[in-house]
């Protein structure tokens, strides 16, 4: 809170996680939820209905981005985005904002996640030659593949880039090539999300799992992130560099 005031915040998503980021910012004192908005009513945005915001929590799609950001060129605000499928131009337009307020990105606000992602890079070093395989499950809702996660924990156990990634295999494949990781996207039901680093090596595997129950879970990391990331000088902050 600046000077004791509560935050004035901005919710961008009118999905069920808008829904939970909302009730969970009016719930809490350090806030004060100003206004809601989604892609299906982004006329209000371009017209400069919405209140001016301190903080903005976004859980939209990428087709939102260049609105919002017209929105934090004339009102500059704290940004965390937890908005996946974006492209090398959004991110770079992320970038941009950055140079004027802080903005915060992360494709999954689990603490457990960030927690496996950092277990992943370790295990990677420590398991060099050990063939990796990521699988990822989702909702049957969902509309990426491979998730927004799934691509942090390949570039946590990758992170030069130096291995080709297949998603899934089919037909006659021949041998496993050493430098290879295996991208495996499941869909069905309500999962929230199962996230697995499998490394196997000859003759043991080790495989690392988060599963998450409730959406909850990813709400509460963003509201806990959007608290400490206000404030903070403009600039790209992680999830892992504030919470962990």
Known sequence: MANGAPI??????NGRMGALVR???EADEAFDFVGQVGIEDVSALDAGEVPAAELVIDFTNRAMLPHLAAYLESNPAALVSGTTGLDADDFALLDRLAE????MW????SLGVAVLRRLAAEAAKALEGFDIEI???HHNQKVDAPSGTAKLLLSAVDPEGACDVVSGRDGFVGARPQREIGMHALRGGTVAGTHEVHFFGTDEEVCLTHRATSRQIFVNGAVAAAK???GQEPGRYTFEELML
């Open 106 to 109: 992360s494709a999954n606000y």
């Open 100 to 103: 004027r307020m802080p903005v």
């Open 8 to 13: 004035k915040v901005l919710v961008c998503g």
């Open 135 to 137: 699988v990822e499950t």
């Open 23 to 25: 009730a969970s910012v």
């Open 228 to 230: 400490r990331l206000a």
